[in-house]
């Protein structure tokens, strides 16, 4: 059964085929009740070839649907909203998925007490298996978070973020740190003689049961990691050369320095 009646999404990029093509496995919503608008026609195919109403004019985007995802590039927003605010409406409920947009910055640029909420995700959600971070504006309503929350949990992992959290919890979203990670250890796979293609599929599905390990078990990760840990073993070996390596505290600096930079950007943009 559908959560809402109609979905809009103002963009058509990558983001928003994400997230459509996650809702659709998920079946939250139908195809014929998606409209998507865009300027490019090659963006626009994608959702017409899989049954979604496209057309080129946000204005019937916002005439058509009360809920909808602005999936638009930070640099175009300010002329989007002015385009879009003559038919905004308090009936609206919009879901920013630009990073560096702040609400104080959309709420500023949208007719009074509009019910805004920033939301971003990673790319997993297609599969139902991803992260989806939300921030309430000061006039979304409570019942308006639920929904939000009722939209994207079957595509994932739902949480409510302090918009001052946004920056590092979407540092901690990206999957570039864990494709690094598992890159390296299929390398280490392939050096010791088993083919790339059946290293990267060991690795992974390893990295993926040790995730659900983590989320459903009830233990502690230090437990876990100290049941596979035999006293002279193979793996505390392995372990050992991580630590001595830094792999802790090289991880640790990846989420900071990325979370900076992501600070970094935003206060050099306009938002």
Known sequence: MSVVSSLGFIGAGQVAKVIANGFLSAGIIKANQIIVSATSNTDLDHFRNIGCNATDNNK??????KFVFLAIRANVFHDVLKEISPVVTRNHLLASLASGVTLSYLENSLPDKTRIVRVMLNSAVQYREGIIAVTRGRFARPKDITLVHKMMSPVGYCVDVNENSMAMVTTLMTAGFMYVVIDALADGAVRAGLNRREAVKLVAQTA???????LHSGKHIGELKDS???GGGSTIAGINALEERGLRGALMRAVHDATERANELRSNGTW
Do not use: P, Y
């Open 228 to 230: 596979l840990c035999v």
């Open 208 to 214: 993926a049961g040790a995730a659900k390990m983590v």
């Open 60 to 65: 019937l985007v916002m005439k058509e649907s």
